[in-house]
């Protein structure tokens, strides 16, 4: 008996699949905090590149506070603020490596 164990969206650790987001954002659709483009002129494979990796990036980052949060939930500590969440973002976008994540 064979069990499927790939998720059904997204393949394995990753928040969107790769072939999803390419082809979303040559449509001209500014998906996950990314650019928009003209869907008619379409975009090199470098900026696409950067653009699903900058995607991934925010998205890993944004998991993180959302970690933080409900750690924050499990001790009864007030949420954070927004200014505060904010802050958080941007130390963990800065703190994540480039080749942390590969586009496959």
Do not use: C
């Not at 007030?78 to 973002?89: N, Q, S, V, Y």
């Amino acid at each position: 008996m064979v069990i499927a164990i790939r998720p059904s969206r997204g393949g394995f650790l990753r928040p969107f699949g790769t072939a999803w987001f390419i082809i979303e954002f040559l449509k001209g659709n500014g998906l996950e905090g990314s650019r928009k483009i003209d869907s008619e002129v379409g975009a090199p494979m470098v900026d696409i590149h950067q653009e699903y990796k900058g995607a991934l990036h925010r998205n890993f980052a944004e998991d993180a506070v959302a970690r933080d949060e409900e750690r924050r939930k499990k001790k009864k500590l007030p949420p954070l603020t927004p200014e505060e969440a904010e802050e958080r973002l941007k130390l963990y976008l800065e703190r994540i490596p480039y080749k942390l994540t590969k586009m496959r």
